[in-house]
């Protein structure tokens, strides 16, 4: 199966990259953009998906400042 | 007494970490993918980008063969000192409460620093006196702490003016709750020498640390 992880920071956690990006959208003449946050995606292919939480727990993302979202794609990408 | 220093790929403070060992101890280069602690009295985790940083700071080292031992090896009391990604590798461990993020302005980083010493309750600061300012150098991108730390656990905060990383509280380090793992995001072993690293004051660490290690 594949899955596709999406890692960003918690609410309230500092996003300096955030910032800098929506700071840098008004500069090019991009208007009206707002609460930009910066993150990570992970795609990978598992034979479990049940196993997804846990890898998300334990080395994906760090609980404590990130929070995370998987998604399953079927089927798994040729490789 | 004998203290390790580790060293994984990506690490670049390990010699210099060494060399301050040296100065208070026979120091013992530990290898990420040897599980054994060669009979160590404390362990010391350098500065660098193990594994290259990839996915965050400190997330893969966290699970080397070395750091497994390293971890068994804290619960069980020993001293373990995280300098910089040291530091970083101990949170991920959860070994420390806390995170580091990124700097608040995005930026790499190098510059004195002063700290001011919170207590003297730990073995790595018993050396030292509180409200006393050390002088080390800092260097790093991804600096700024994270958490809700108690406040005896807080062992190091950034002098007024001296917080560039934006870390919460100012803090510079941290202690377990039993007080015998330290993380700090400046670089105590650049600063044991007066010819290379502005003062000498960062060498109270490692005093401190192999006198709790000769106990």
Redesign the interface.
Same mark, same amino acid.
């Given at each position: 199966m594949r899955a596709r992880v999406l890692i960003r920071p918690k609410a309230g956690?500092?996003d300096?990259?955030g910032v800098?990006v929506e700071r840098a959208l008004p500069a090019l003449g991009f208007g009206g953009v707002g609460n930009v946050h910066v993150g990570?995606l992970v795609e990978l292919d598992v034979e479990d998906a049940s196993q997804l939480d846990d890898m998300c727990r334990k080395?994906?993302a760090?609980p404590?400042?990130e929070d995370y979202e998987i998604q399953t794609v079927e089927p798994a990408a040729a490789s | 007494m004998k203290l390790g220093v580790v060293t994984f790929p990506g690490t670049c403070d390990d010699v210099d970490a060494r060399l301050a060992v040296a100065k208070v101890a026979e120091p013992v280069a530990l290898w990420h993918g040897d599980s054994d602690l060669h009979g160590v009295d404390g362990v010391v985790i350098p500065g660098g980008f193990s594994y290259g940083d990839y996915?965050?700071a400190g997330?893969?080292a966290r $699970?080397s063969p070395v750091m497994e031992s390293v971890i068994a090896f804290a619960r069980a009391g020993g001293p373990v000192l995280g300098i910089c990604n040291g530091f970083q590798i101990l949170c991920?461990a959860g070994l420390l409460p806390?995170?580091l993020?990124?700097?608040?302005?995005?930026r790499f980083v190098c510059r004195q620093v002063d700290v001011e010493v919170q207590t003297v309750a730990t073995p790595f600061t018993a050396t030292c006196e509180v409200g006393q300012r050390l002088s080390i150098p800092a260097k790093h991108t991804t600096g700024?702490f $994270?958490?809700d730390v108690p406040r005896e656990q807080v062992v190091l905060r950034y002098a007024e003016g001296h917080n560039f990383n934006?870390s919460q509280d100012d803090v510079a380090g941290v202690v377990n709750e039993q007080g015998n793992v330290m993380g700090l995001m400046p670089h105590p072993e650049h600063a044991v020498d007066l010819l290379t690293g502005g003062s000498a004051d960062g060498l109270k660490l490692f005093e401190g640390m192999a006198r709790v290690a000769v106990a």
């Open positions: 956690i500092l300096p990259q800098a990570r080395l994906l760090n404590l400042i | 996915l965050r997330a893969i $699970f991920e806390g995170a993020l990124p700097n608040v302005k995005l700024c $994270f958490g934006g």
